[in-house]
């Protein structure tokens, strides 16, 4: 997905978990320059508070980039179903609109991987 954003002369702005196979996936597709926050790590298991600790945390985070370049959020599958509100299989990528509001319209998914 990065060498096709760098094909394009896309520079997104990336937000990922904290979670060292996030990062590292963010690192290679996208280089160093990535924003995160210790509340946006997997929620599977999380309470809650902690689930919405991160929806606040991630909605704030894409929402303060929102309009200035694509914004590429690198997280864990249940994470990004909070979010999207839709069920998404292993190597998916979900492609979304950030509504003023904050909600996310689903419109594309990519399979990547299998």
């Known amino acids: ?45 999380a309470d809650g508070a902690r689930a919405q600790a991160f929806e606040r945390t991630a909605l704030a985070m894409i929402a303060a980039q929102r309009g200035k370049a694509p914004v590429v959020f690198v ?4 994470n990004i179903e909070r979010l999207t509100l839709e069920s998404i299989r292993k190597g998916e990528a979900v492609v979304a609109r950030v509504g003023e509001q904050g909600d996310f319209e689903v419109i594309g998914r990519m399979v990547l991987a299998e």
């Open 1 to 45: 997905m990065g060498e096709l954003f760098a094909a394009r002369g896309i520079v997104p702005v990336v937000v990922t978990s904290p979670m060292c196979r996030c990062r590292d996936t963010a690192q290679i597709a996208f280089g160093g320059k990535f924003a995160t926050d210790p509340e946006l790590r997997e929620i599977a298991a």
């Open 75 to 78: 997280s864990h599958q249940p």
